[in-house]
């Protein structure tokens, strides 16, 4: 155990003195910093602050002769510094991909007008106030201005009450078509019409049913996110978590991830901080273990590192949140995300129809958006969705903010 301190020591002085570098394409696959908007960092210490009492946890536990054996303290405590191959042989295999940019998404709510929006940028959201929040003057070459999504939770109290599927939220896209090149999609809504030839629409995108099975004295709960796409068959997506546990998750392009941060159902308070974590092939997941005691006997049988070593993939939270509305909107959230172009699913487009030398338009923000960026931020306006509610009843001001974003259908819960 000596030795064990001494190597332990030895690495804390040297990572006190380490820089962090900025992140390049050629790096290793680690995330950016989601925290700073300055620079950049690894993967291992982007969340340490959120998991410092973790880390701190098992290692007072093998200074003091705890269960964990010398061997893993030493493996956890000087991973950060290893290499990829290191980790692979170590167990601790990850496959998040390489990112190569950051977006910001703010969350939005209009006073009087129901549900809120998630918009593809901060620029596009600044364009939206200057423009009153009208869409009738978009530029339709660049798409700035234009939410992405229209989040429209419907009633939340039946779902808590039924082990049915039961609706709990349905999400719009908006898009902009030219008639020269295509077709609107079937049962879309004409918002704005730009000129003779021009228009934004608004269709169902997603719709997010939920289901809950009673598994020995625990719930586990199921949302199924349902991507309507055009001329090709609906993708669905789940999400999982147990009401009396904390997290979420959920699986995308063949990777499990863990909405770290999200409050259980007993819990009173909600979130203001969900990280959206890649984890290691070997750790326990809900998208593999389908009861909590197969998920709990995975966790205790195989050596695993603390989450605050694995990659993150976005982050969500408030602290940007606005208290006074500006020209009758209220940001109540954001919404940061990585994105890379490794993953590319082009049957997932809604347009088919390439644009032509005589459109009007270019490819504009939203088309620009991943498929894996919006499958990501629909379950987050979801999770906002929850948290937000939780909120609301202990703030000062919730009730009567509420009452003025949503009017009465909006006191759902």
């Known amino acids: 155990m000596d030795r064990v301190r001494s190597l332990i020591g030895n690495h804390r002085g040297r990572a006190r003195n380490r820089h962090h570098h900025s992140y390049s394409h050629n790096s290793s696959p680690s995330t950016t910093n989601l925290l700073q908007a300055d620079g950049y960092r690894d993967d291992q210490s982007t969340i340490s602050t959120i998991f410092a009492q973790e880390n701190d946890l098992l290692e007072t536990v093998a200074n003091e002769g705890g269960d964990i054996s010398d061997t ?22 990850n496959r998040a991909p390489r990112f190569t940019s950051e977006r910001t998404m703010p969350f939005i709510s209009v ?20 423009n009153k929040r009208k869409l009738d003057n978009i530029d339709t070459k ?10 429209i939770p419907l009633n939340l109290v039946k779902s808590l009450f ?33 000129n003779e030839k021009v228009s934004i ?27 309507h796409r055009k ?42 901080s969900i ?15 389908h009861t909590i005691e197969e998920f709990d006997f995975h966790y205790r049988s195989r050596p695993t590192r603390p989450l605050g070593y694995v990659p993150v993939w976005a982050r969500y939270t408030d602290d940007k949140v606005s208290v006074i509305p500006k020209k009758r909107t209220l940001r109540v959230a954001t919404f940061y995300l990585q994105e890379t172009d490794l993953f590319d699913d082009s049957s997932s487009l809604t347009n088919t129809v390439p644009y032509t030398s005589n459109s009007e338009m270019s490819s504009n923000i939203i088309d620009k958006v ?11 306006m979801l999770l906002h969705e929850y948290e937000s509610r939780k909120e609301k009843r202990h703030s000062a001001w919730g009730s009567t903010t509420t009452y003025m974003l949503n009017g009465p259908a909006g006191l759902l819960m």
């Open 162 to 194: 039924s082990n049915q599927d039961t609706p709990v939220m349905r999400i719009y896209k908006y898009i902009i078509i030219d008639s020269q090149c295509e077709k609107p999609p079937l049962n879309s809504e004409v918002i704005s019409k730009i």
């Open 72 to 93: 893993a303290t030493l493996n956890t405590a000087v991973s950060e510094g290893s290499t990829i191959g290191d980790l692979e042989r170590q167990g601790y295999v």
């Open 231 to 272: 001329n090709v068959p609906d993708v669905h997506i789940p999400m999982i978590n147990y009401n009396q546990r904390k997290n979420a998750d959920t699986a995308v392009h063949g990777l499990n991830l863990r909405w770290y941060g999200t409050t259980s159902l007993a819990s009173p308070f909600g979130s203001n």
């Open 201 to 227: 629409y608004k269709y169902e995108f997603c719709t997010i049913l939920k289901k809950m099975e009673s598994h020995n004295y625990s719930s586990r709960v199921e949302h199924d996110f349902i991507f």
């Open 142 to 151: 660049t798409g700035l201005g234009l939410p992405l999504f229209h989040a």
């Open 370 to 380: 991943p498929w894996d960026s919006q499958v990501l931020t629909c379950m987050c």
């Open 275 to 289: 990280n959206l974590l890649v984890l290691d092939d070997t750790m326990a997941s809900y998208m593999d273990q």
């Open 111 to 130: 006073l009087l007008q129901r549900g809120f929006f998630a918009f593809p940028s901060e620029e596009s959201f600044q364009l939206f106030l200057q």
